[in-house]
């Protein structure tokens, strides 16, 4: 019976061993939840809203705002010369009284005539000045030239004096109470010479 107690001992401690084991290996491993272990997105990682872009005013038609369309009204009228736009009530504007007379175009004499050259003065203190068209016109007189004129500034002139130079050129004169005009048709190598100026007053 001497070895009986040390194997008994050696049971005793392999039998502890082994339940401890199986205690470990009982004990279920803790359940992670899909759903918690989803951090929800923190309200601090938003990225902070810019500042609001600054309005431009009522959108026309096109994707232009108003005022871009007033910019571009504006450029037209320039491009279109002193006040062309307001030619049927000159008084509506600044400067309005300096736009060229209806009359005086390079058509005045429409297919008849050929310009030959045009002249403008500097303006004055006042910011007058003076036009100067010279035609040749074909298919007419000296007297046709000065009748053609007359007729043509008569809306707006009225009243033109009409004088005939010793050489046999035909004067025009008038005025209006924002230019005066002076005319003069005469011959030139044969063919009907006609001056059309007029200056501001």
Do not use: N
């Amino acid at each position: 019976m001497p070895t009986t107690r040390p194997v008994l001992a050696c049971s005793l401690l392999l039998l502890g061993c082994l339940v401890a084991c199986q205690g470990k290996a009982s004990t279920p491993a803790p359940v992670t939840d899909a759903k918690a272990s989803t951090a929800a997105p923190s309200k601090a990682a938003e990225p902070a809203p810019g500042p609001a872009a600054p309005a431009e005013g009522p959108v026309a038609d096109g994707g232009l705002s108003a005022a871009d369309l007033a910019a571009a009204e504006a450029k037209e009228m320039a491009k279109q010369g002193p006040v062309a736009a307001l030619q049927d009530d000159p008084e509506k504007a600044l400067g309005a009284h300096l736009a060229d007379p209806r009359w005086y175009r390079k058509t005045l004499f429409g297919d008849k005539g050929k310009v030959l050259d045009t002249k403008r003065t500097q303006a004055d203190e006042q910011g007058r000045f003076s036009s100067l068209i010279r035609f040749e016109v074909a298919d007419t007189t000296v007297e046709g030239c000065a009748d053609h004129l007359q007729e043509a500034v008569k809306p707006e002139v009225p009243t033109v004096e009409r004088e005939t130079k010793p050489d046999g050129r035909i004067q025009l004169s008038g005025a209006t109470d924002r230019y005066s005009i002076t005319f003069l048709c005469g011959e030139h190598e044969g063919k009907v010479i006609a001056f059309v100026s007029f200056q501001w007053t």
